[in-house]
């Protein structure tokens, strides 16, 4: 139990493009998702937490307009990167709190993002 | 000062070696502790939660030191495939949020 689906698993686009980075809880409900991203050899980053129903929190640094982040149902967050450039090219990896336990949280198989 | 810190290593230990990691972390009020595994291109996966008691878990022990706040990683009798970033996890006290440290690298060597 408590898988969290993350797609897609990697994606190359153009600069200025924007991009769309899904993570569904497959067997319960989230209503807390956080996003990360990670550069190479390097330790996750929290960017955001992502609440159902409500705005995101963003980390210090991290641009909001840039990551936006929707968390509209209980299975479901986004994150766009918005008008993508090369600096913006990481590992984004989604994760979720499994309500009433005690057993960490359990993350998505990332999104290698690369901008070209 | 990072909030949570580690050896970046990396670690590398023959199979059939003991290894230990330490993480130290710097918020006094942290409540929750965890060990992750990583591999390369990958999500991280639960390896074993920290408590304050102690925790094996097979060939894996993880204990916890609140006085000294560092919390430790023993892996005993290594495999080839232990290789692998370990990295360890804190939750403070009334958020969720986890806060990584940079993770420890082993290579355990035929």
């Known amino acids: 139990g408590a898988v969290v689906s993350q797609h897609p698993s990697r994606v190359i686009c153009k600069s200025g493009t924007s991009v769309k980075i899904e993570c569904r809880s497959l067997?319960?409900?989230?209503?807390?998702m956080f996003w990360y991203r990670q550069f190479p050899k390097k330790s996750l980053m929290l960017m955001a937490t992502?609440?159902?129903?409500?705005?995101?929190?963003?980390e210090q640094g991290v641009e909001k307009d840039k990551f936006l982040i929707n968390h509209a149902s209980l299975t479901l967050s986004t994150l766009t990167v918005t008008s993508a450039h090369p600096e913006d090219s990481s590992f984004y990896i989604c994760?979720?709190?499994?309500?009433?336990?005690?057993?960490?949280?359990?993350f998505g198989s990332g999104t290698r993002l690369t901008v070209v | 000062r990072k909030e949570v810190e580690q050896d970046p290593g990396p670690f590398n230990v023959p199979e059939g070696a003991t290894v230990a990691f330490n993480c130290t972390y710097s918020?006094?009020?942290?409540?929750?502790f965890f060990w992750y595994r990583q591999d390369c291109r990958k999500e991280p996966k639960l390896l074993m939660s920290?408590?304050?008691s102690g925790n094996e878990d097979g060939r894996f022990t993880a204990q916890l030191n609140r006085a000294s706040q560092y919390i430790s990683l023993l892996i005993r009798d290594s495999k080839l495939s232990d290789s692998a970033t370990y990295l360890c996890?804190?939750?403070?006290?009334?958020?969720?949020?986890?806060?990584f440290g940079t993770g420890t690298r082993l290579k355990v060597l035929a």
């Open positions: 920290v408590y304050s």
């Open positions: 994760s979720a709190r499994v309500q009433l336990t005690n057993y960490g949280y359990t």
């Open positions: 992502s609440n159902e129903g409500s705005k995101a929190t963003y």
């Open positions: 918020n006094s009020a942290s409540q929750s």
């Open positions: 996890v804190v939750i403070e006290r009334g958020t969720y949020k986890y806060i």
């Open positions: 067997d319960f409900q989230a209503t807390t």
